[in-house]
T-cell receptor, first 115, second 112 residues
Framework: NAGVMQNPRHLVRRRGQEARLRCSPMKGHSHVYWYRQLPEEGLKFMVYLQKENIIDESGMPKERFSAEFPKEGPSILRIQQVVRGDSAAYFC?????????????FGQGTRLTVV | RKEVEQDPGPFNVPEGATVAFNCTYSNSASQSFFWYRQDCRKEPKLLMSVYSSGNEDGRFTAQLNRASQYISLLIRDSKLSDSATYLCVVTSLVNAGNMLTFGGGTRLMVKP
């Protein structure tokens, strides 16, 4: 039973390029969360998705960032026209359902470096 | 005011010491509570759930006080391997989903 899989583990992009981060939730999990962590800082919530549905995107920057979780395939966090300040670790977590006493499980993260 | 607040530390303790962390949350409708552990540059991992009756797992004890809206984690007989950042997590219903809100983490350093 594979855990949450994120790829790539490390991603280097030049300023202005696009970054695509992928997250495959654990089997049977239909809820996905994306968090960003800057060096020496805590986890910052970005977006919460169900299959084909954005539940909460209050943590997403208004421009350049988007996320999706299609019916088939992984969840994608997309960052357009990356800037140096986007360099961070991006973690994805999944949970089996909404509501109730359900914990989330994290992937190993994607470390984005913008040069 | 942050939704979930923790003392960032660091807590520097000798091996064998007992150390306690607290976490306060602002949403009285919060449903579930957890402690996660994060090692440097790695993903957070679930340490334990927190129940109203309190729960213990080996050297770790978690307590929840709903009236005062705080959660605690007690670590007895600290080991060097306990050095990490401990994250308090609170969940609440949002649009029929289950929002996880993380505290900023408390850093623990156990020294020989």
């Amino acid at each position: 039973n594979a855990g949450v899989m994120q790829n790539p583990r490390h991603l280097v992009r030049r300023r202005g390029q696009e970054a695509r981060l992928r997250c495959s939730p654990m089997k049977g999990h239909s809820h996905v969360y994306w968090y960003r962590q800057l060096p020496e800082e805590g986890l910052k919530f970005m977006v919460y998705l169900q299959k084909e549905n954005i539940i909460d995107e209050s943590g997403m920057p208004k421009e350049r960032f988007s996320a999706e979780f299609p019916k088939e395939g992984p969840s994608i966090l997309r960052i357009q026209q990356v800037v140096r300040g986007d360099s961070a670790a991006y973690f994805c977590a999944s949970s089996p359902q909404g509501g109730g006493n359900t914990e989330a499980f994290f992937g190993q993260g994607t470390r984005l470096t913008v040069v | 005011r942050k939704e979930v607040e923790q003392d960032p530390g660091p807590f520097n303790v000798p091996e064998g010491a007992t150390v306690a962390f607290n976490c306060t949350y602002s949403n009285s409708a919060s449903q579930s509570f957890f402690w996660y552990r994060q090692d440097c540059r790695k993903e957070p991992k679930l340490l334990m759930s927190v129940y109203s009756s309190g729960n213990e797992d080996g050297r770790f004890t978690a307590q929840l006080n709903r009236a005062s809206q705080y959660i605690s984690l007690l670590i007895r007989d600290s080991k060097l391997s306990d050095s990490a950042t401990y994250l308090c997590v609170v969940t609440s219903l949002v649009n029929a989903g289950n929002m996880l809100t993380f505290g900023g983490g408390t850093r623990l350093m156990v020294k020989p």
